[in-house]
């Protein structure tokens, strides 16, 4: 199986510095995850300067193989083949992974403005569509993605336009 893990455009150090750490790799090959794909942005960690051209690296740690880059076009390629999600809590990603279906585990980076990451994260999580860690540092991952039920995940309802035009036509005075 394999999981994939981004933080957007954005530099999350605390996310990537815990999936590169022993006991999220453990916890991931617990689960069966054999590849995990990073996608670290400009992020700061043990193995940033291999990638600092934009090429990728692949290293085997715990006996999963993990790949990682800074940067790509696009994630959808990523999404489309990944068995986990595990992400930053950016409004964009949450949005593709959800509709795609596909399992998914935010984790909200706090050093971004307002931590408007968290409330999103942790509205989504309460309504059952992903599942939401807010621990600093990302300390709980490695036991969030041990817990992690997928079978509990409630579908994410399909995108229906006809709303927000409504809502659109509602202000404009139309209705």
């Not at 750490?21 to 700061?44: D, F, H, P």
Request: charged content about 25%; overall charge negative.
């Amino acid at each position: 199986m394999r999981a994939f893990v981004t933080v957007g455009s954005t530099k999350f150090d605390a996310l990537v510095n815990s999936v590169f750490s022993e006991a999220v790799i453990l916890s991931l090959s617990q689960r069966g995850y054999t590849k995990l794909v990073v996608q670290c942005g400009n992020s700061t960690f043990e193995f940033a300067d291999f990638v600092a051209n934009g090429e990728s690296q692949v290293l085997e740690k715990e006996g999963v193989e993990v790949e990682y880059w800074k940067f790509k076009p696009s994630l959808q390629e990523e999404f489309d083949k990944a068995d986990l999600v595990i992400s930053h809590a950016g409004s964009g990603t949450i949005l593709d992974v959800l509709r795609l279906p596909k399992p998914l585990i935010v984790v909200p980076n706090p050093t971004l403005l307002d931590n408007h990451q968290e409330e999103l994260a942790t509205s989504l999580g309460d309504l059952g569509h992903l599942k939401a860690t807010t621990a600093v540092l990302c300390r709980d991952l490695a036991k969030t993605i041990e817990t992690f039920d997928v079978s509990t995940i409630v579908p994410f309802p399909p995108f229906d336009g006809s709303k927000f035009a409504r809502i659109v036509d509602e202000e404009m005075g139309f209705i």
